[in-house]
């Protein structure tokens, strides 16, 4: 039987690192105890702004003409 990798024997935190990663992505870093920054509830926060997401119409409108009954034409 094989044992854990040993990264996986360090189980502590490091709140330097992630404050550190927050910073240089334009995140932010969430305080798990009590203190001056959001808690873990901020995780489930839905305050990001809805990015516009433009489609084209043309394939639609092409489609719909192509299944759209054509008038016959009669000679008469």
Known sequence: MLGYSP???DLTGNPALLASLAAQT???ALDTAEGSGPGPAAVFA??????PAAQPIWPW???????SPQPQMRGE
Do not use: S
Request: no cysteine.
């Open 61 to 67: 409108l092409t489609l719909a003409a192509a299944r």
């Open 7 to 9: 990264e996986y024997a």
């Open 26 to 28: 334009g995140g932010r």
């Open 46 to 51: 839905h305050d990001l702004a809805a990015a």
